[in-house]
């Protein structure tokens, strides 16, 4: 019982496996004869257990916080990701079912399209006739400046086989007696693609049905008397080689489209065409009719009054 003192020091790394082989035998053989060192022992093994179950435990407090945080913000991440889902979604739906009502209009073959105009000091009237394979538009412009009210009236005959001819009736404001008129122009046919010529409208594809969805705010509105979705999207009209969300040229175009046949009721356009008379917004409002042209309203007029120009 002489090295009870040295066991002691020694116990605590006993306890804890620290000891070397020699030094294991030593307190070994000491304890077997020893009931003091024996009881320390497990005192000492007993304090140890303690001390690895309250950091065990506290351990695993962390993790359960730490697992609580990650899946709260999981949870953050999968609800708004459901969000964006059902909000670009919902839109791309409404994108889509407009666009397809739109189109059932594209082989329509008698209609009336009329429109009204307002720009700054411009405003103007667009009448379209279409009747089996002719089509016929007039285009009037009044304009306020320089005291003066001034109208221009354009008119354009064509036909499905893309020969146009023009008639430019009163276009010169010095001149106002000249009756001009372009004969065999190559025409726009794409301008009467449908009922709209409405080619801002249409995505070709889901990744511009996408941009167009993301970059819209729909609400639904009434608009001339009509129930509509009114479409605020971008328009990006630079090169059309560059990914479509790093090109700079940009403009915000509005439509109001009725609910029921997806026609356009009203229409504002924000690019800059005709900047320098004034605003820049353009607002357009529609009317049409079906099945109402007549031979009559296609009666092309009589070329012989007109100075033939090219
Ligand atoms: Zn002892």
Same mark, same amino acid.
Not at 247 to 267: A, C, K, N
């Given at each position: ?6 066991i002691e020091d020694l116990l605590p790394n006993y306890a804890e496996k620290l000891t070397s082989e020699e030094t294991n035998q030593y307190i070994e053989?000491?304890m077997?004869?020893?009931k003091d060192c024996s009881e320390k022992l497990k005192i000492i093994q007993k304090e140890i257990e303690v001390d690895k179950r309250v950091d065990l435990k506290k351990e695993s407090n962390y993790l359960k916080k730490y697992n609580k945080k990650l899946r709260i913000f999981e949870a953050i991440i999968l609800i708004a990701i459901a969000v964006f889902i059902v ?39 667009? @009448? ?26 354009? @008119? ?6 893309? @020969? ?147």
């Amino acid at each position: 019982m002489k090295n009870c003192k040295v066991i002691e020091d020694l116990l605590p790394n006993y306890a804890e496996k620290l000891t070397s082989e020699e030094t294991n035998q030593y307190i070994e053989n000491h304890m077997a004869e020893c009931k003091d060192c024996s009881e320390k022992l497990k005192i000492i093994q007993k304090e140890i257990e303690v001390d690895k179950r309250v950091d065990l435990k506290k351990e695993s407090n962390y993790l359960k916080k730490y697992n609580k945080k990650l899946r709260i913000f999981e949870a953050i991440i999968l609800i708004a990701i459901a969000v964006f889902i059902v909000t670009v979604g919902r839109k791309m739906l409404i994108i889509q079912c407009m666009q397809n009502k739109i189109a059932q209009y594209d082989e329509i073959d008698n209609f009336y399209r009329k429109c009204n105009y307002y720009q700054g000091d411009i405003m103007g009237t667009t @009448e379209i006739y279409k009747k089996e394979d002719k089509f016929k538009s007039r285009l009037s412009d009044l304009w306020f400046c320089d005291e003066n009210t001034r109208l221009d009236v354009r @008119e354009v005959y064509g036909n499905d086989k893309n @020969e146009n001819w023009y008639i430019i009736d009163n276009y010169n404001n010095k001149d106002k007696s000249r009756k001009t008129a372009m004969l065999n122009q190559k025409g726009s046919k794409k301008t009467m693609k449908g009922i709209l010529g409405m080619h801002n409208f249409e995505t070709n594809n889901f990744w511009e049905l996408f941009i167009m969805a993301i970059t819209s705010n729909i609400s639904s509105e009434s608009c001339n008397g009509k129930e509509c979705y009114r479409i605020s999207y971008t328009v990006f009209t630079g090169c059309p080689a560059t990914p479509i969300l790093w090109q700079q040229e940009h403009y915000r175009q509005i439509y109001y489209l009725e609910r029921e046949t997806g026609l356009p009721v009203r229409s504002i356009d924000n690019r800059d065409i005709r900047i320098n008379h004034g605003e820049k917004e353009e607002i357009l409002d529609y009317e049409y009719e079906f099945g109402n042209v007549t031979e009559e309203d296609m009666k092309e007029p009589d070329i012989g009054e007109y100075e033939i120009v090219k």
